[in-house]
């Protein structure tokens, strides 16, 4: 599997579109006018969800994408759109109708406990003329994707034969239509190339309580009878996954053991790494093998999460390039903060050249470790340094040094900047602590004031005065003359 291939595709992506808002915040109070907790609000995100959420995961996988769906005309489906064009997907078969709210949902968080959720909805089937322009857009740029993905919230823009014409249009145009489905009726996803219900669903389906191998098949036999699709994927959470793949007998795709802190959006996931991984090339039980690997990666985020191509390169390959993880460019660190953070996660950061690592660099490791839960060492690029500090420097190039610092326990993540955007890497982490080492008085910290600015504090770490990576090069190189 070659997931560099994925930038080669494209896909239609059809479903019930949505904002997932999120209300972070702290509680220490019972409120006096009921039993109920006081959330004291600190931030609000907002992002893609429903059929939304598949659209970024095939964005963060370099995927060309294609969207259909139907927003209102209000605040939410403004935001809709700016989120649309800051990925820079297709909307044309995105249809504004006064008549119909935004579908969103409020998540209010505490800490990282979800306490209360609050939709805001209508699941009332679209309008005639609504379904006939979607199905319009969608036959007529059909024949140039690679894959259509439908993703089935519900919310009343998927009926009966909005799906039907779907699922023959790609039919007749040899596209794979792949189906996340919603609710007890399956039989409006028939003769699609594969659905990718979860256990609950696939049960209720069925008619059957799966609770073993036995009755897993069951279900699966009596959905594939009652769909007539050509292929189920059942995803069984912690357990993994079952690939019926027609006739074929089934297989079990088993999951890693990781940490799981939310599901929500896992489904998408699913779905949307599938449908490209198919779209690449891959067979039925590769892509899925792989769907499988991205829903365990994106389970131990908080809040509707993606999964980005380095991360599914590197989950593919951990015995080649274990610290590969831990090194991230600058276009990642906002989704890896806004993980962290959603995490309740302390953030530590400090920066610097690290040319020539000594004892003090790694006393301004691990004791800045030890002040959050998460360190994030930046780096200066080539050029900044050879500004800093001189010609013949760095004399350890930026890849060599990143790799080097990967390999330290003490740090989590590290990512190689210029110095020129220092605030603005401050700006995007939002640290919580910024330590430099005891050689700077705190005045001279340069981004000091935007920290304290942002509530965050600076660090002076004791590393030893005597040190300097300057020192012990010019020694060195003194030495061989």
Not at 14 to 38: C, H, K, N, T
Not at 112 to 129: G, M, N
Request: glycine content about 10%; hydrophobic content about 40%.
């Amino acid at each position: 599997m070659n997931p560099e291939k994925f930038s080669h595709c494209k896909l239609l992506v059809v479903g019930d579109l949505m904002i997932d808002e999120y209300v972070w915040g702290d509680v220490d109070r019972i409120s006096p006018e009921a039993p109920v907790q006081v959330v004291s609000v600190s931030r609000e995100d907002y992002t893609l969800g429903g059929s939304g959420n598949v659209v970024n995961n095939l964005v963060a996988l370099d995927a060309g994408v294609l969207v259909a769906g139907v927003t209102g005309t209000g605040p939410g489906g403004t935001l809709m759109a700016e989120k649309f064009k800051s990925l820079g997907v297709d909307t044309g078969g995105v249809v504004k109708d006064p008549r119909r709210p935004t579908t969103r949902k409020t998540r209010i968080i505490a800490g990282s406990q979800h306490v209360l959720r609050i939709d805001r909805e209508t699941r009332h089937d679209i309008a005639a003329e609504t379904r006939k322009t979607i199905a319009e857009y969608i036959e007529s740029t059909i024949p140039a994707v690679d894959a259509v993905l439908i993703s089935d919230y519900g919310k009343g823009l998927l009926t009966t034969d909005l799906l039907a014409t779907i699922i023959r249009l790609a039919g007749q145009n040899d596209k794979p239509a792949i189906v996340d489905p919603k609710g007890l009726d399956f039989e409006k996803y028939r003769n699609a190339f594969l659905i990718t219900p979860n256990k609950k669903e696939a049960g209720l389906a069925a008619g059957i309580e799966i609770v073993d191998e036995s009755t897993l098949h069951r279900a699966a036999d009596l959905i594939f009878r009652k769909t007539n699709v050509q292929n189920l994927l059942i995803t069984c959470g912690k357990e993994g996954m079952v690939l019926f793949a027609g006739k074929a007998r089934p297989r079990i795709i088993r999951s890693k053991a990781r940490q799981v802190f939310d599901v929500s959006g896992a489904g998408d996931t699913v779905v949307a790494v599938t449908g490209l991984a198919i779209a690449a090339g891959e067979s039925l039980q590769n892509a899925a093998t792989l769907a499988n690997l991205a829903a365990g990666i994106v389970v131990g985020k908080i809040g509707t999460a993606t999964i980005t191509l380095k991360e599914l390169s590197a989950a593919m390959k951990p015995l080649e390039d274990q610290f590969s993880q831990k090194v991230k460019t600058i276009d990642e660190i906002p989704e890896l903060v806004r993980s962290l953070k959603n995490a309740g996660k302390k953030i530590v950061l400090t920066n610097g050249c690290f040319d020539f690592l000594h004892a003090g660099h790694m006393k301004l490791f691990s004791a800045s470790r030890q002040l959050g839960d998460v360190l994030i060492v930046a780096i200066d690029d080539d050029e900044s340094v050879r500004q800093l500090k001189g010609s013949g420097r760095p004399v350890i190039s930026a890849p060599e040094r990143l790799r080097t610092l990967s390999a330290l326990d003490a740090i989590d993540y590290v990512v190689e900047f210029s110095s020129a955007r220092l605030l603005d890497l401050i700006e995007t982490v939002i640290p919580d602590v910024l330590t430099k080492g005891s050689n700077y008085a705190t005045a001279d910290v340069f981004g000091g004031d935007k920290v304290t600015e942002l509530g965050g504090r600076v660090e002076l770490i004791p590393v030893g005065e005597a040190l300097s990576s300057s020192k012990i090069i010019k020694k060195i190189r003194n030495t061989g003359d």
